[in-house]
């Protein structure tokens, strides 16, 4: 039921925050999502031996998100979504242990994310971004029903 909720809350968050960036969102916004996206990019994703993800890479990746929804310029909303992302963390660590978590391309995912975001293709960005969010969460509630 967490996780659910925890899911719902930045779906609905983390999209207001990511429309309200491409609406009103500079070309300073923009490079920092690119810039962001690079670092993601480029930092290993795991570490020989051990399960979840690396921490360099959950920093890159929490930074790439806060980039995305940053151009909206409300520190409240920006909080929060930092704040719900935070909470689903142990959740996200989770879903890269899982099986099907290989089945997915989460670079791919990423770059969709800054190659909509900076043309500005809000009903797309935001709709990447939940399907984005969603498959993290599918990938764990498959886990827990097959009793992993």
Request: some cysteine; proline content about 1%.
């Amino acid at each position: 039921e967490d996780l659910i909720d925890l899911t719902d809350l930045r779906i609905r968050l983390e999209g207001l925050a990511l429309a309200e960036s491409i609406r009103h969102g500079d070309t300073a916004w923009e490079a920092s999502v690119v810039a962001a996206h690079h670092v993601l990019e480029r930092t290993p994703l795991t570490h020989d031996g051990l399960a979840g993800t690396s921490d360099e890479w959950s920093h890159a990746h929490a930074e790439f998100h806060d980039a995305l929804g940053a151009g909206c310029n409300r520190p409240r909303l920006i909080s929060l979504t930092r704040s719900m992302r935070d909470s689903s963390e142990v959740y996200r660590q989770l879903s890269s242990t899982r099986e099907a978590s290989g089945k997915r391309d989460v670079a791919a995912e990423h770059r969709d994310l800054m190659h909509l975001a900076t043309a500005r293709k809000e009903a797309q960005a935001v709709a990447a971004l939940r399907i984005h969010i969603q498959r993290t969460t599918d990938i764990v509630l498959t886990g827990l029903e097959h009793g992993n």
